[in-house]
Structure formats: C-alpha cells, structure tokens
C-alpha cells in the first residue's frame, strides 16, 4: 500500500466471476480482497481514505483494481462532525452476500451496500445513517488553541448473518441497529426462495 493507506479489514473474496469479462477465453474468473482503510481523524483532517478492491488472483503479485469511495458532498460530512470514511467490512462469508454485497462501516457516513460482482466497477447500492439520539457522545477536533465539539454518528463496525440482517454498532455510544435490506440492494442478494 501506499504510505498514505492501510488496511483495517481484508475481506477475501474468491473465485469471483467477472461479468463483463464472460466471453475472453482466460482470466475471466478473479480472487479479490476488499481492503478497508480506516478514517483516522475528526473532520477530515487527514488524507481521504478508501476501500480497495485488490485482484489476488496470483498471490504473489497483488494489485489493487477499483477503489470505493463516498462523496463528501451532498452529505457535508466533513463538517458533521467525528470521523468520515471506512472503518471496516463485514467479515461473514453468509451466501446471501458472498461475491455480491459487502457493507462498510462509514462513521458519520453510516453503512454502506456496495454491489462487487464487478470488481472493477463497484457500486453503492444503499445505505443508512443512524439519527443521534440522547446518548449519542460528541467527537471534538483542536480548533484556534481551543476544543470545538460536535456530536455525531460513528458507525464503527457492521456484520451480516445467514437471515439477511445488517447489523451495525456505533462507537460513540449511540448504541446497535438492526437492518433489513429494500430496494436494489435486496434485489442483489442471493435471499433463497420462499415457499408457502
């Protein structure tokens, strides 16, 4: 890695078929590790850190193929307050999400769905910010020779179990949420048939 990131969480992913890649006569299935950094500083005040998607296919000669980032804007998430950026991954290998979905703890950012069929290309296809609430503790940066405090979400970890549910814990006390995918993402993930 670059001096300017490292990993936090490494989720491997194997034996991923590239979709756009169907009709080349090689190479058209890939190993991969998500590769979170971690947001290290209140307000961005560090350089910005990112999710790599980094092809492993030979072991011996890792190479990072895509980066996922969250915008800054329209979120002003540099301003909220906390931390912005990845923390971690889910570490489960549920086949309701393995190869398709991983979810990525964003502090102020929440969580986020983020679509990796396509390694090269990947997605956000949902997410979820906690509210505050009054137990909600503040994240506070040097300002002027003074402390400026704010209070904000910090969603810090996430996993996912077997039933589909996102769990997400944040570490400024605010405390666990239990999600249900909608939407695109749930159309993604790979939820068995229901029988009546």
Request: negative net charge; charged residues 25%; proline residues 7%.
């Amino acid at each position: 890695m670059a001096p300017d990131w490292g990993g936090h969480t490494a989720l491997p992913v194997l034996g991923l078929a590239v979709p756009d890649w169907a009709g080349n006569s090689a190479g058209r299935v890939r190993d991969v590790v998500v590769l979170v950094s971690e947001s290290l500083r209140n307000e961005c005040r560090e350089v910005r850190q990112l999710t790599f998607l980094v092809d492993v296919t030979d072991p011996s000669r890792p190479f990072s193929v895509s980066t996922f980032d969250v915008p800054e804007t329209p979120g002003d998430f540099c301003r909220r307050g906390g931390r912005f950026g990845p923390h971690s991954s889910n570490e489960s290998f549920t086949p309701i999400y393995y190869g398709r979905l991983v979810f990525i703890a964003y502090f102020n950012g929440g969580v986020r769905a983020v679509d990796i069929r396509d390694p090269f290309h990947p997605r956000e296809e949902g997410f979820y910010i906690p509210a505050v609430s009054p137990r909600t503790d503040k994240r506070c940066v040097g300002a002027a020779g003074a402390e400026r405090c704010k209070v904000a979400i910090q969603t810090n970890n996430v996993e996912v179990d077997d039933r589909g549910y996102v769990y997400i814990v944040d570490r400024a006390d605010t405390g666990l949420h239990i999600l249900e995918l909608t939407g695109s993402a749930r159309a993604i993930a790979n939820f068995p048939a229901q029988t009546n």
